[in-house]
């Protein structure tokens, strides 16, 4: 009795492929197509999480966790189901199902995270589990049609088993390379949905006749029109934010950059000597105590934002050179655009990572650098390190100074790192911040927020920079020496090799935003 090829009497003749009318190229796209389409909904749903998560090392091995879940799942199920029923029944739902979920998940996501923030950890668990699984089990059961023998199991599998992985990385780096920095992370979804519904039409038709595909393509038109009543829309979606430009009500020239839910710059296009936050208003008295008024400066700005110091510097210091590392071009568009940068004398703004920006700058060739590449959720950790440091201090000359926005709440173990490591390289540091933050006062709690640190090799003039915070009303005051290190405590140092910041870090909740102090 032959064992599994068949005989004149089952429904193909023994050596004759059983393909069910899926032939192997058809079979090849389906796999592909699945396979991309996986890791193109793992990676812009990091982006959708991002503004209510943070772009976190946590929130990235939970989105890969829960993809690879899905994976394991649906190609697990898969195969079993397709041992059970037709497979010729099962891959159009699969698409079908998985375009609807998919087209519906920007809106869904969105939505969550403003109104029921509880529960936005299940429902983006749910998101991408569930299409996923469904794509991932295309693969087992598309093979499942494909063989026909025992003799040619190891071809077919291997065969389809290398186009899903060569699908799997075209989705990656199409994804990463040119859909993310041409087109809204909602449209790429959108876009995909609906991708997948018309895929699922093709092959009902092929298969059965036509079935769901009406209903589905309205579950897809009904994400697309959701998108734009849920909460949290952006005027653009930039390669690393969701970007507004909020007026000020109160003053016709004022304007708020909000990055993701965010209030992160505000800049008066007609006064740039207007500083609305406290942190900023605190950089600018160190500073200006630091260094001679008007005295012109060569300055170096990791982060940019809304270039709400580098206007400062140029309008207060005529003749200051500020080169600003920010590593979102669409940031720096929204600059020009909305917010008034014209040809300014003194401001080169390059879209580059600040740490690859220090790299290229002289040793000593700056008398000033300024760190502000951080946000409420999320810190580069690859800037705060003893490493990033040596960076910092050899592009400052013999008299420069570092001037760092931190930001952390709750015990503030980031923050006591940073200062730490700071200490490590530099041979003085101070801290500013409120009196209850920095150990000045006794608190029972630390609400946290901003907090400045600024490190040289020359001495600090803590007098100078107090008067120049008092002047300015911040309510902030200065630590140093021992009232620093007893704050410091046994924070440990921050390197290249061990930089815990996702974790040190507390950050405020994303039901209750604060905006910058």
Not at 160 to 182: D, K, M, N, Q, Y
């Amino acid at each position: 009795m032959s064992p599994v090829t068949g005989s004149s009497s089952s429904p193909a003749a023994e050596g004759t492929p059983r393909t069910y009318g899926l032939g192997p190229r058809t079979a090849a796209a389906l796999v592909f197509g699945s396979s991309a389409a996986v890791l193109v909904v793992e990676i812009v749903a990091l982006r959708l999480l991002a503004p209510y998560l943070g772009l976190t090392l946590e929130t990235s091995t939970m989105v890969i966790g829960i993809a690879l879940t899905a994976i394991a799942v649906g190609s697990w199920l898969g195969g079993r189901v397709a041992d059970r029923v037709d497979p010729r029944r099962l891959i159009g739902p699969s698409l079908g199902v998985s375009g609807a979920v998919v087209a519906l998940t920007p809106a869904v996501l969105r939505t969550t995270a403003e109104w029921a923030p509880a529960m936005l950890l299940l429902i983006a668990s749910l998101t991408i589990l569930l299409p996923g699984a469904l794509l991932s089990a295309v693969t087992p059961i598309v093979t499942k049609l494909r063989l026909t023998s025992l003799a040619e199991t190891g071809t077919v599998v291997g065969r389809l088993s290398g186009v899903g992985t060569v699908g799997a990385i075209v989705g990656t780096v199409l994804t990463g390379f040119v859909l993310v920095s041409r087109l809204p992370v909602s449209g790429i979804l959108i876009g995909l949905g609906a991708l997948l519904v018309i895929g699922s039409a093709l092959v009902e038709w092929r298969t059965r006749g036509w079935s769901s595909t009406p209903a589905l393509a309205l579950v897809v038109v009904a994400g697309g029109l959701g998108i734009t009543v849920a909460p949290g829309g952006c005027d653009t979606e930039t390669r690393y934010h969701c970007a507004r430009v909020v007026p000020d009500p109160d003053r016709g020239s004022g304007r708020t950059l909000v990055l993701d839910g965010l209030r992160h710059s505000y800049v008066d296009v007609d006064d740039p000597t207007v500083l609305e936050f406290t942190y900023v208003r605190a950089i600018a008295s160190v500073v200006d105590a630091a260094f001679p008024r008007s005295k012109p400066l060569a300055a170096h700005h990791l982060g940019g934002g809304g270039l709400t110091f580098p206007r400062y510097l140029a309008a207060t210091r005529p003749g200051t050179h500020s080169l600003v590392s920010e590593i979102d071009s669409g940031v720096v568009r929204i600059n020009r655009d909305r917010l008034g940068l014209g040809s300014q004398a003194g401001i080169d703004v390059r879209a580059e990572d600040g740490r690859l920006g220090l790299r290229r700058l002289d040793a000593g060739s700056r008398d000033l650098v300024v760190g502000d590449a951080f946000g409420g959720v999320s810190v580069p950790w690859h800037l705060t390190t003893v490493e990033a440091m040596a960076d910092v201090r050899r592009v400052l000359g013999e008299n420069g100074l570092y001037v760092v926005n931190l930001i952390d709440h709750g015990a503030l173990a980031f923050a006591r790192a940073e200062v730490a490591t700071l200490g490590e390289t530099f041979a003085h540091v101070a801290l500013v911040g409120e009196p209850a933050d920095i150990g000045l006062e006794q608190a029972s709690t630390h609400a946290g927020g901003n907090l400045v640190a600024l490190a040289s090799d020359r001495p600090i003039d803590v007098r100078a920079i107090q008067q120049a915070l008092d002047a300015r009303q911040t309510g902030w005051k200065i630590a140093t020496g021992g009232a620093l290190t007893s704050w410091i405590g046994d924070a440990r140092l921050l390197t290249d090799d061990h930089a815990p910041v996702d974790q040190l870090l507390q950050p405020y909740s994303t039901r209750n935003r604060p905006s910058p102090r």
